[in-house]
């Protein structure tokens, strides 16, 4: 969700809460003051009446004659002590609407001439809650209106300040170290956003300036060490060839040049790791992984033939992934390799892809049977080695991580049956 959006609609939610709490509280205290206005009304009406009566006693009260909104009902002594004057709301018919309609009543207990009556005056209270209505309802129409005004206001105000935010990012989430182009970030009148700006294109340089310290670490390294490596490597094989050295002697010599071309090959290695990691390679390309598999199938004939592995390939007619095309080869020659070399003899590999995947599973050595020897959270980890064999670094399958990640894709492990399954999303 946009940072726009999100803070438009809690904004908009706080305010809707308030507006119905306040709404709320808006009518109950509007109703009661309207009821004590109407009940002032029928005290004073009351009070008049009684007053009225007292100064023309000839007057005529009994009786309950429709032209008056009072009457007087006799009553016995023992109910006047007992009564008590109150407010109540009730509804009467009205025959002209054909309906009943709210009305306010007071009922009073009151002794005139000698003798005891209860008094009703009754009121109608029809047009207070119409009215209470009407500006409920009017209120509440206004400060929607508000609301709205407010929430699209915000909105094109906000998109508007954070413009330049926006800008700034979209350019940043495509700038690429390996360029060595700075991004033309847009300026800003905010003092906070100019402010990052500048951060940003500070940290950008210092990035780039480590980076192509760290390319030219990487380019020098690979020339410097693979050079003297090669020259004692070609030395040791010379001197091996001369007739007067002894077995001892020859053997000590076979141990340095093989040490000497594994170092090579651990440089090498680390090198193209480090070059992944700096993303240096271009991977705008179309790679057709099943003709990479069939490709590096082949250089597993003789660990296929020598271990008696049954593989099995199913491939989708065409499956291309957008990537680098020498990297891509690599991640599915280092899994063919895992899978070679972590076999059985007699064992099997199956190779699937469907679905812009790639799923390598094969069977394992005999001691994983014994329970969970992999420590999968370690498995993609530099030099982390499940078996004891001095031919690996433990790094094939870091690689193979990092060649995912830097392509945008995923690479999982999961154990299932006994099998050891690698899977490639290529999406």
């Known amino acids: 969700m946009k940072l726009l959006t999100y803070t438009s609609r809690i904004q908009i939610l706080y305010f809707l809460i308030l507006f119905g709490i306040f709404s709320i509280l808006f009518y109950l205290v509007l109703s009661w003051n309207v009821l004590q ?52 709301d009730i509804l009467i018919y009205e025959p002209v609407d054909n309906e009943l309609d709210e009305y306010r009543k007071l009922t009073a207990f009151v002794k005139l001439q000698g003798k005891h009556y209860r ?81 940003i294109m500070d940290l950008v340089l210092k990035n780039m300036e480590v980076f192509e310290s760290q390319k030219q670490f990487i380019e020098n390294a690979s020339h410097e060490m693979q050079t003297p490596l090669s020259v004692i490597q070609s030395r040791l094989e010379a001197l091996i060839g001369q007739a007067e050295l002894t077995k001892e002697q020859a053997e000590i010599l076979e ?54 592995i049954s593989v099995k390939t199913k491939t989708q007619n065409r499956l291309v992934a957008q990537g680098n095309a020498m ?13 070679f070399l972590h076999n059985v003899e007699d064992g099997m590999l199956n190779i699937q892809t469907q679905d812009n995947k790639l799923i390598i599973a094969n069977t394992g050595h005999e001691k994983q ?40 894709w995923s690479l999982h492990y999961r154990e299932v049956d006994d099998l050891h399954i690698f899977e490639v999303d290529f999406g």
């Open 327 to 339: 990297l891509t080869e690599i991640l599915v020659q280092n899994l063919l390799k895992n899978a």
């Open 119 to 199: 008094l009703e005056i009754v009121k109608p209270h029809l047009e207070a809650a119409e009215m209470i209505g009407t500006i409920a309802i009017t209120l509440g129409g206004l400060l929607l209106g508000l609301a709205l005004s407010f929430y699209l206001s915000h909105r094109i105000i906000s998109k508007k300040i954070w413009k330049p935010f926006f800008e700034m990012l979209e350019k940043l989430r495509h700038f690429r170290l390996d360029k060595q182009q700075l991004p033309e970030l847009s300026t800003s009148p905010i003092d906070e956003f100019q402010l990052l700006n500048e951060t």
């Open 37 to 88: 206005n109407v009940d002032e009304v029928l005290y004073n009406r009351k009070v008049n009446l009684l007053a009225y009566l007292q100064d023309n006693p000839d007057a005529p009260f009994k009786g309950d004659n429709p032209l008056d909104d009072f009457t007087f009902y006799p009553i016995e002594e023992a109910v006047f002590q007992r009564g008590k004057e109150s407010y109540t």
């Open 255 to 308: 141990g340095i040049i093989g040490s000497t071309q594994r170092l090579k090959k651990l440089n090498k290695t680390l090198l193209l790791l480090s070059k992944i990691e700096n993303r240096q390679f271009l991977l705008a390309e179309q790679v057709d992984v099943n003709t990479i598999i069939s490709r590096s199938l082949e250089y597993y004939e003789e660990q296929k033939a020598a271990l008696n």
């Open 369 to 408: 049977k014994k329970g969970p020897v992999l420590e999968k959270n370690k498995l993609f980890n530099r030099f982390y080695k499940q078996s004891g064999n001095p031919d690996t670094w433990g790094l094939g399958l870091a690689i193979a991580q990092k060649i995912a990640e830097t392509n945008g």
